[in-house]
Nanobody
Framework: QVQLVESGGGLVQAGGSLRLSCVAS????????MAWYRQAPGKQRELVAT???????NYADSVKGRFTISRDNAKNTVYLQMNDLKSEDSSVYYC?????WGQGTQVTVSS
């Protein structure tokens, strides 16, 4: 069983930056894609970005050029650097790894 703990959310003004972190523990297998999702009130959970074990990344069109996903395999940690934040980025952000979900971290962007 894998446990995921996210951190780094908060309140930021539009145009600002935040960095989310997610640490995996338990039955961790390095060669698995890690991902960030987000879910706003009344909306479906959506994929934000993924990173493979080798570092290949993919992004939702809405965050391309503004967000950067990365991982540290030695620390079983995935990061999401979010720059130029917009009000529509306000959501609960979830880490996903090996069929496990974190508890979520709230990101609120004020305009």
């Amino acid at each position: 069983q894998v446990q995921l703990v996210e951190s780094g959310g908060g309140l930021v003004q539009a145009g600002g930056s935040l960095r989310l972190s997610c640490v995996a523990s338990g039955r961790v297998f390095g060669s698995v894609t890690m991902a960030w999702y987000r879910q706003a009130p009344g909306k479906q959970r959506e994929l934000v970005a993924t990173v493979s074990f080798s570092g290949v990344t993919n992004y939702a069109d809405s965050v391309k050029g503004r967000f950067t996903i990365s991982r540290d395999n030695a620390k079983n940690t995935v990061y999401l650097q979010m720059n130029d934040l917009k009000s529509e980025d306000s959501s609960v952000y979830y880490c996903h790894y090996a069929n496990a979900w974190g508890q979520g971290t709230q990101v609120t962007v004020s305009s």
